[in-house]
C-alpha cells in the first residue's frame, strides 16, 4: 500500500447522541491512546504537500480537523491535545461579514455555540491551523456560482482579518461540492476536504480530499482500529455501503 497519512474529522465534543457529536472521555482517551503508542500529528497541508511531492511521511502521523468550529473544540478537545502536544486544523463557518467580531464569539450555527475570536486566536499561537467553511454552510451545489464564490472567499477574508496570516485550506460544509466549488477552491486555496472517506495518499484529489470521520470510531474498539495495520482495510470496508447508496443516488 502506498503511504498514507489519516485525516480524521470531528465536529463537537460533548456528550450528544448526534451524528457530529464524538464523547469527551472517549477522545481523551483515543488521544492518550494515540500519543502513548508514539502517534504525532501532522499539519493538513504539511501532510498534503509532502506526499504530493513524492516524500514518504514518517510512520504514525495523522492529522485532526474539526469542522464547523463548535465551542467544545476550545474546551473539551483543545486541554487534551495540548497535553500531547497536538495540534488541528479547524475549519471555521464565520457567519455574515456583518457580524461583531474582535474576540467576540462567532454566530451560532443551528443552534450551537461557537468559538470565540479571542479563543481562535489562543489555539493559533498553540499551533492550531484555521481553514475556511464559508459564511453560513450552505450546501454549494445549490448555488449560483457567483454566491458560491462570495461564501468561499469571504469566510476566507474574515478569518486571515483577524489571524493575519494567509488560510491556505478549505472544507465543502457537508462534503458537498461540484465543478464549480472545486474550481473556485481551487483558485484561493492549497487543498480542499470532502466528505468523502478515505485516507490520504499522493493519489488524493487535493481539492477534493478524503478524511475519515470520526463517527466510524465512535467506540474504544473501532478508535484502537487507527493503531493496526488493518485501519486501510476498516477505511475502505466502511466506504462500500457509502459507494453503493451514492451510486443509487443519495450520499
Ligand atoms: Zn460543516
Redesign the pocket.
Known amino acids: 500500500m502506498s503511504p498514507y497519512v489519516p485525516v480524521l474529522t470531528f465536529?463537537k465534543i460533548d456528550e450528544n447522541p448526534s451524528v457530529i457529536s464524538f464523547p469527551p472521555g472517549l477522545f481523551a482517551s483515543f488521544m492518550e491512546k494515540l500519543y502513548r503508542n508514539g502517534y504525532r500529528t501532522v499539519g493538513l497541508t504539511d501532510a498534503v504537500d509532502n506526499l504530493y511531492r513524492g516524500g514518504s511521511p514518517p510512520e504514525k502521523t495523522f492529522v485532526l480537523t474539526f469542522?464547523?468550529g463548535y465551542r467544545s473544540v476550545f474546551s473539551q478537545a483543545f486541554p487534551v491535545m495540548k497535553r500531547y502536544g497536538m495540534s488541528a486544523t479547524v475549519?471555521l463557518?464565520v457567519g455574515e461579514p456583518s457580524e461583531p467580531r474582535s474576540g467576540g464569539r462567532i454566530p451560532r450555527l443551528n443552534g450551537s455555540e461557537m468559538l470565540s475570536w479571542a479563543e481562535v486566536t489562543e489555539m493559533r499561537d498553540a499551533g492550531f491551523r484555521f481553514g475556511a467553511?464559508t459564511l453560513t454552510?450552505p450546501d454549494l451545489t445549490r448555488l449560483g456560482t457567483e454566491k458560491i464564490e462570495y461564501e468561499i472567499v469571504k469566510s476566507k477574508e474574515i478569518i486571515e482579518g483577524v489571524l493575519g496570516e494567509p488560510v491556505r485550506s478549505f472544507?465543502y460544509?457537508?462534503g458537498r461540492y461540484d465543478e464549480r466549488s472545486m474550481g473556485i477552491a481551487s483558485r484561493f486555496f492549497d487543498c480542499a476536504c470532502s466528505d468523502e472517506l478515505g485516507l490520504l495518499t499522493s493519489e488524493s484529489k487535493r481539492y477534493a480530499l478524503g478524511r475519515v470521520d470520526a463517527f466510524y470510531l465512535k467506540n474504544e474498539r473501532l478508535a484502537g482500529l487507527m493503531l493496526s495495520d488493518l485501519f486501510p482495510y476498516y477505511v475502505r470496508l466502511r466506504n462500500v455501503p457509502r459507494s453503493i447508496r451514492r451510486r443509487l443516488g443519495g450520499r
Do not use: G, R
Open positions: 465536529h469542522d464547523d475549519f463557518t467553511h454552510h472544507a460544509p457537508c
